[in-house]
């Protein structure tokens, strides 16, 4: 069986021309929607699509971009149809067609890119963030007290007051004054 999957991004947008499409590419049922790609879980009639699919059917889009956001977005949806033995053509990508042997290489060598790519990014990522802590950057929050402030709770503390008292004191939670104690 072949499914179509139509999406716009918003209301005041129209997807029949993508389901007319679908139809003229001979799906046998097409899921349309009107929701933001940013992530499938906001996508109602896109997880009623995934839970009607068998082995052997295939889902049909007009364009990459009305199914996933991003290359690694489409590399996990590959992958979910791959598993359940569902084939994935695009109407207008026609390299994107998983039924058939070159279009399952292209979209291998597609998915050995995408994996280079987020390889480096994580590798830049973590440069970067070598190069800040050796300039001595912070990570994270700053402290809610400075040194001297610090001391003072540890005195007052040693003196008999709560945690409590010193929190309302210096304007901040018990578990600030439970870290500078420490």
């Known amino acids: 069986m072949k499914f179509g999957y139509a999406r716009v ?19 046998d049922r097409i899921f349309s ?3 933001s790609g940013k992530s499938t879980s906001g996508r109602p009639e896109f997880a009623k699509l995934m839970k009607a699919l068998n082995h052997g059917d ?13 290359s690694r977005d489409l590399q996990n949806i590959l992958h979910d149809l791959q598993e359940i033995g569902c084939g994935f053509v695009s109407l207008g990508e026609t390299w994107c067609d998983t039924t058939t042997d070159v279009g399952r290489l292209v979209m291998t060598i597609m998915g050995g890119i995408a994996e280079f790519e987020r390889s480096l990014i994580r590798r830049r990522c973590e440069e970067g963030i070598q190069r800040a802590k050796r300039k001595g950057t912070k990570f994270g929050r700053p402290n809610a007290l400075d040194h001297s402030q610090r001391r ?3 005195e007052r503390y040693a003196a008999g007051e709560s945690m409590v008292e010193l929190a309302r004191d210096y304007e901040c939670g018990e ?6 104690l420490q």
């Open 9 to 27: 991004s918003s209301n005041s947008q129209d997807h029949a021309a993508q389901v007319e499409a679908l139809h003229a590419a001979g799906c």
């Open 152 to 154: 003072r709770v540890a």
């Open 33 to 35: 929607e009107k929701a």
């Open 175 to 180: 578990t600030t004054i439970w870290r500078a």
């Open 58 to 70: 295939v889902v049909a889009v007009v364009k990459l971009d009305r199914l996933a956001r991003s």
